[in-house]
């Protein structure tokens, strides 16, 4: 049975200083996001031994632990790759003329993505999704890891709005954290992402 794994991160702790410092980056990466990553594999072994014993009288306190894991361990690789160093401006082509589309313009997303994010209701994420059945890009509250957002929806750009991704460095300040982010961001990635999932059949 496959295992979920720790991602390597694929820059530095120290490279996306000083927006965020090298020292968020290492807990936020090796005590945070591996946290989660055991949680959805221990909580698979618990499954496992329910399942083994025909007892499922705690399935539902599993389901909802292993999904609690799992989507921090999705959300958290997401957005390692959305970030970068040599990140910020604004995305191109396909991408851009979507937002464009969706939102108006680049800055009324750029407004909206950043409201998600600073007014999540303790901890959370601010999502910009595409959302396959009406064919279109949406902006999504993240709760936890996984309420508040459409079933169907697909992850293209996250902001981590959880305490232990700024409190260090931002203290209770959360927008002026979410302003650095957009300074970071891999349009190159989330541009990738984008073409993959348009591609797929609606």
Do not use: C
């Not at 959370?124 to 999704?129: F, H």
């Amino acid at each position: 049975m496959g295992q979920y794994a720790l991602p390597d991160m694929p820059y530095d702790y120290a490279a996306l200083e000083p927006a965020i410092t090298g020292e968020i980056l290492e807990l936020h990466h090796a005590k945070h996001h591996a946290a989660y990553v055991k949680g959805a594999n221990d909580t698979l072994e618990r499954l496992a031994e329910a399942r083994d014993r025909g007892e499922f009288g705690n399935l539902v306190g599993l389901e909802k632990t292993f999904a609690f894991n799992l989507s921090g361990h999705v959300l958290h690789t997401i957005f390692w790759q959305n970030l970068s160093p040599d990140g910020g401006d604004r995305p191109d082509g396909a991408l851009a003329d979507a937002i464009d589309e969706h939102f108006g313009t680049f800055e009324a997303f750029r407004s909206q993505l950043t409201a998600a994010t600073a007014s999540v209701q303790g901890s959370g994420w601010g999502v910009l999704a595409w959302e396959p059945l009406g064919r279109r890009l949406v902006v999504e509250q993240v709760y936890d890891h996984h309420g508040n957002v459409g079933a169907n929806t697909t992850p293209l750009l996250v902001f981590d709005a959880w305490e232990h991704a700024y409190y260090l460095q931002y203290r209770n300040v959360r927008p002026d954290y979410v302003h650095k982010l957009w300074d970071l961001v891999n349009w190159t990635d989330v541009a990738a992402r984008f073409a993959d999932v348009t591609s797929q059949p609606g």
